[in-house]
């Protein structure tokens, strides 16, 4: 699913020159729930930039779905960013103006799929979250845990290759934040390959494999 060789990311800050990713390897296969997990500093932003196809990088390779990323035009990314990843984020990033079947339908919208299906699709999602009770609400009319699980119907209608999830209970209360990880166990569970950045050693343990990240430079956990 995801190989990353050799991957390093360099900015030059006047004389200095700092590598905010440094020579990382890793590789994620089909189905796995990888958290990558590192103090403030260490690099995850960087590569979940580059991950995502929001970024590039300055050496080494990268393939995704076997498909090197190297050579891609900006449009080609977006492409790959709009088929095959599903994004939630600490801030869920939802709109605001907008309810919450829209928020979901909307990256089915980008892909030209009827408007039709969009809905139905949307919902069913939305559904599958436990919040069909909740179609029409806005996002400030949610809890923080229930806008959480809308932007991960949105992350998850357009049937991504990869979920990949930024500190996605930065933002929420503890109780809240151990319920939106057994959501993605579950999401696991059924077969989605999840990859997860945080800081936060407790929410890395509900993943099945941890990656470490300092320095720029990863390394697999040793198992328990
Ligand atoms: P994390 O997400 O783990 O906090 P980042 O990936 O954001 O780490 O940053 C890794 C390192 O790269 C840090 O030392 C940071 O200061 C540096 N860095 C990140 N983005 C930039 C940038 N645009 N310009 C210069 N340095 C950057
Ligand atoms: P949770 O335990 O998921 O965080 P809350 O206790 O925060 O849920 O919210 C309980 C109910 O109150 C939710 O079903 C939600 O729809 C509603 N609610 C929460 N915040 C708001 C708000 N700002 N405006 C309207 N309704 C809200």
Same mark, same amino acid.
């Given at each position: 699913m995801i190989q990353m060789k050799n991957i390093s990311k360099i900015y030059r800050i006047g004389g200095e020159t700092l590598y905010?990713? /440094?020579h990382a390897s890793l590789s994620i296969g089909n189905g796995e729930f990888v958290a990558i997990v590192g103090p403030s500093g260490s690099g995850k932003s960087t590569l979940m930039n580059i991950m995502g196809c929001l970024d590039v990088a300055d050496e080494g390779k990268y393939f995704l779905d076997g498909q090197e990323?190297? /050579?891609?035009t900006e449009d080609d990314l977006t492409r790959i960013r709009n088929f095959k990843i599903g994004f939630v984020f600490q801030n869920f990033n939802? #709109?605001?103006?907008?309810?919450a079947l829209e928020n979901v339908e909307l990256p089915l919208i980008y892909q030209g799929v009827p408007r039709r299906e969009c809905r139905a699709r949307a919902r069913q999602a939305l559904e599958r979250m436990g919040l069909s009770e909740r179609l029409e609400h806005r996002p400030s009319e949610l809890s923080g845990g229930q806008q959480q699980r809308v932007a991960i119907a949105r992350a998850l209608v357009t049937s991504p290759s990869l979920i990949l999830a930024d500190e996605?209970?930065?933002? #929420?209360d503890h109780k809240t934040g151990v319920e939106i990880m057994e959501l993605f166990r579950e999401l696991h569970g059924n077969g989605n390959t999840i990859v997860l950045i945080t800081h936060d050693d407790g929410v890395a343990k509900k993943a099945e494999r941890r990656l470490r990240i300092l320095d720029g430079q990863v390394t697999e956990e040793a198992k328990a």
């Open positions: 905010a990713l /440094d990323i190297e /050579d891609y939802l #709109l605001p103006k907008n309810t996605p209970t930065g933002n #929420l």
